[in-house]
């Protein structure tokens, strides 16, 4: 693979998630983070941004901001900032994905030889089953969809432990994700 190649970028390039429980509280220590590392890719959960909330506060000079706020409560929400040199390189779109009361953004990344899925999401420790059922679903969709996939976030499921050796949990929404996986 040739690194001047545009789907070799993807895979050369950094890239960063976080949570931060609210990104405009937090702008500028992330921001300062950012003019340092220079990160591709940004992905944010838990950004508590509203649709009041104006894209000049939170915009990072350099970069292209995709966002999907909570909608009706507080807390919540993900973004996605792509650098812009990306988006000279591809075509971006957002792809639907409409999942009940979990924050699930994705985008497309394509071009003539390459194309990229990559996803935020945001679920609460307090959704509901057909919530959960739906976005793994929606998740499975897109891992038969895509063969380069990338998923970032924030599941809430702390009886979850990596390297997952056993698991001691009756939560159904649980075997839903390992079935995912």
Not at 15 to 31: D, G, I, P, Q, V
Request: charged share 15%; glycine share 4%.
């Amino acid at each position: 693979m040739d690194a001047t190649e545009p789907s070799a970028f993807l895979f050369l390039c950094p890239l960063m998630y976080c949570n931060t429980a609210s990104l405009y509280a937090k702008f500028n220590e992330f921001s300062a983070f950012v003019l340092v590392n220079k990160p591709s890719f940004i992905l944010v959960s838990e950004t508590w941004l509203n649709p009041k909330l104006p894209v000049a506060l939170i915009s990072l000079s350099g970069y292209h901001l995709f966002r999907k706020d909570r909608q009706f409560s507080r807390g919540g929400g993900v973004c996605i900032y792509v650098y812009d040199h990306v988006m000279f390189n591809f075509t971006i779109t957002i792809i639907d994905t409409p999942t009940l009361n979990i924050e699930f953004l994705v985008i497309k990344l394509s071009n003539r030889s390459f194309t990229l899925a990559l996803g935020c999401i945001y679920r609460a420790p307090s959704t509901d089953f057909e919530s959960d059922s739906k976005l793994f679903d929606i998740i499975s969709n897109l891992a038969n969809d895509y063969t380069n996939l990338l998923i970032f976030g924030d599941f809430n499921m702390p009886d979850l432990s990596w390297p997952l050796t056993t698991l001691v949990s009756s939560n159904p929404s649980y075997w839903l994700l390992l079935d995912v996986l």
